[in-house]
């Protein structure tokens, strides 16, 4: 949202307090498409969180498609927020496996010294048996 914000110059919280600045009208276009291209939300998701109607919602989006097929800006508009999330996930999702790794890690390292007090205790009881 706050890339969608820069590329149209406007404040994030104006984009959907029903503005006709067209500006504004743009980057709440942009913002529609990208949560039902990128992010495969419904129209009726949409609706809610933008708190539009969901004929505005269709509204919105099909005219983003017309401008993103028609003129290069919308397209260097579209490719710019597109590269920032996917940026943006990557980055999370490698943070994400890390921790993950770290955990695995130090739950590997208490079971090998268990093994180990393990093994020892047998490898003493089998010589106090024979």
Do not use: C, P, W
């Not at 307090?17 to 419904?42: H, P, Q, V, W």
């Not at 710019?80 to 770290?102: A, F, P, T």
């Not at 390292?109 to 003493?124: A, G, W």
């Amino acid at each position: 949202m706050n890339e969608v914000a820069d590329i149209y110059n406007v404040e994030r919280d104006r984009i959907f307090l029903g503005s006709r600045e067209k500006n504004i009208i743009f980057a709440k276009r942009l913002y529609i498409y990208i949560l039902r291209e990128m992010f495969g939300l419904t129209l009726t998701e949409i609706a809610n969180v933008t708190n539009l109607h969901h004929a505005s919602v269709i509204h919105h989006s099909k005219q983003f498609k017309f401008f993103h097929a028609n003129y290069k800006q919308d397209q260097k508009n579209f490719q710019r927020v597109e590269n920032k999330i996917i940026e943006v996930e990557v980055d999370e999702e490698i943070q994400g496996l890390e921790k993950k790794l770290k955990s695995i890690k130090k739950s590997l390292t208490k079971l090998y010294k268990i093994k180990k007090l393990k093994d020892e205790r047998e490898k003493i009881k089998n010589l106090l048996t024979e």
